[in-house]
């Protein structure tokens, strides 16, 4: 049984600024890695015991990852090891090791998976407190607010929903995610369905999907006319204009992934029993499709994307960094009084992109395939 150090039972490690772009610094998640590791200051791997002599530091790699050897024996007892600027007792590690030993290989990985997921989750909790706090001010002004989430299949939307919803007060949100219309549906007005969700004074609604599927899917797809998608896109605007002058806060979200993180997230769907109902028909035609969408896409961002009803552009490779950014950009949409100060509220401009950015970097695609501004590709 592993002796327990009362010091270290009461010191407190606090969470790191920016894990997943320094390295793991958490003490946990730095002693699972660090328990066979041991480089000395020269940089030269070698033993435990002779690393120990007086304090040393494991260096990572350019990636922020230990250096590791299976080089690794009994830690001497009395001895400091300093880790990310932080000295840790040797037996602390001892008993990390000793009880690493008892673990399988797949012990291993599900402790380190959870301790990275914590990392994560913990990571989001300051913003999700503003979160809380932004939807307290709307609902004490009467204030309404609705945020479309749309983009490629498997871009992340539905993650990003729910994290940005997980702490909120539920009876003042909701989440609309609307299926293929009805036949009586398809008869009436085009926003007639989806006005009826729109929410009330002090109420959020978050679309999983919108309005907007008419610009992108639909047109794909050929499941409405080129009449309904061109009276579509000339009355949009308008629409959104007559929103904000009922003081409704319209915050438009469009999620962005590469053609490779797409067809991986969807290999991973199909093997996955917990994620397969993600995988629809449409889904399964998205790679075919993918230069059709990039078109569509151009279309929708060059006639939508206005100065009062802007487009954001969220790089969603990383999701956990597009779910962080996503809060940070509707947070910045509602002047309510901050909980943390110190918070650092700035979206990473690599993240975060405006509709008039995109646009350029779709001008530049364009001109590389050879395509003028006016030729259509589907």
Known sequence: ????????????????????????????????????CCTSEDGSQTSIPKALSGEVSFPRDKRGRFIKTADAVKLPVGKNILIDGELVPAEELVGLWRFHKQLSAKDVSLVSTAIKRRIREMQLMPFQAELVQMQKYLIDNKLKMIILFEGRDAAGKGGTIRAVSRHMNQRHYRIVALGKPTEREASHWYYQKFISHFPSAGEIVLFDRSW????????????????????????????????????????????????????????????????????????MQAQDKWDEFTQVKYDMLKQTSVPFSPWYILRSDNKHKARLNTMKLILSHVPYKKLNEELDFVTDPEIVISGAREMEHLEAERLRMGLEPTDVIV
């Not at 579509?232 to 979200?253: A, C, Q």
């Not at 067809?263 to 996955?272: E, G, I, T, V």
């Open 1 to 36: 049984m592993v002796k327990k150090n009362p010091e270290s039972e009461s010191r407190q490690y606090p969470p790191p600024t920016d894990p997943l772009l320094t390295g793991t610094q958490n003490f946990a998640s730095a002693m699972l890695e660090a328990l066979q």
């Open 212 to 283: 907007y599927t008419r610009a992108m899917v639909e047109r794909v797809f050929g499941f409405c006319s080129h009449k309904d998608y061109k009276n579509f896109m000339l009355g949009v605007v308008n629409f959104e204009k007559d929103l904000l002058r009922h003081d409704i806060i319209l915050i438009k979200l469009y999620f962005s992934v590469t053609k490779e993180v797409q067809a991986a997230r969807f290999n991973r769907r199909k093997s996955d029993p917990l994620r397969q109902w993600k995988l629809s028909r449409v889904d």
